[in-house]
């Protein structure tokens, strides 16, 4: 059972456009975090946030984390082709082990 | 990047045929973790170490096993593969293994074929 839903699953969009994403769970994370994977790599950690209400900035992306810890946003403002990628966000529930959910796969077209 | 090779990086086998994949890092992370990854699915966690000698199942375990008997080799078995098991899997490691400050950072996959 897949305890992070992700949305949409795929997004085809223009350069210079704009998108959100999202991750929502019935469960609460102690700390949340977003990767981005290109293709024939592994992810790489984009940011981590684990207070509720929390947003952190990373240039063009805005990431938020639920202020019930249950759920989280990224937010990609005038999109470039760079961007494309999977993105996958990830919950912690204070073990050892992160949850994946089943990623974004973003297409940004010059 | 953090030191973290996995071998091979691509291999083709038959069904019912024995496999191992390996996972090798230089950083001396305590948590070393095995992934699959398929559409849809995200990653999905196989086993995980969390020492030398130490592991523990994850939420796919079965038909895989692992090794660790040093710090840096984590060994993942296919003991008898099926074409379930066709996948890309990862290694990730983590020097704190749990709380906010588990960032995982991955090899780069091994794509497994079983015919």
């Known amino acids: 059972t897949q305890l992070l839903e992700q949305s949409p699953q795929f997004l085809s969009i223009q350069e210079g456009e704009n998108l959100t994403v999202y991750c929502n769970s019935s469960s609460v994370f102690s700390s949340l975090q977003w990767y981005r994977q290109e293709p024939g790599e592994g992810p790489v950690l984009l940011v981590t946030?684990?207070?509720?209400?929390e947003v952190k900035k990373l240039k063009r992306l805005t990431f938020q984390f639920g202020d019930a810890r249950k759920d989280s946003s990224l937010h990609i403002t005038a999109a470039q082709p760079g961007d494309t990628g999977l993105y996958l966000c990830?919950?912690?529930?204070?073990?050892?082990?992160?949850?994946f959910g089943g990623g974004t796969r973003l297409m940004v077209k010059p | 990047d953090a030191g973290i090779t996995q071998s091979p990086r691509h291999k083709v086998t038959e069904t019912g045929t024995p496999v191992t994949l390996r996972c090798h890092q230089t950083e001396n992370h305590r948590y070393m973790y095995w992934y699959r990854q398929d559409p849809g699915h995200g990653l999905r966690l196989i086993h995980y170490?969390?020492?030398?000698?130490?592991?523990d199942k994850g939420e796919v375990s079965d038909g895989y096993s692992v090794s660790r008997s040093k710090t840096e080799d984590f060994l993942l078995t296919l003991e008898s593969a099926t074409s379930s098991q066709t996948s890309v899997y990862f290694c990730?490691?983590?020097?704190?293994?749990?709380?906010?400050?588990?960032?995982?950072?991955f090899g780069p996959g091994t794509r497994l074929t079983v015919l």
């Open positions: 990830a919950g912690n529930n204070a073990g050892n082990m992160l949850t």
């Open positions: 990730a490691i983590s020097e704190s293994g749990g709380g906010a400050n588990n960032e995982q950072f």
């Open positions: 946030v684990v207070t509720g209400g």
């Open positions: 170490s969390y020492g030398v000698k130490d592991t």
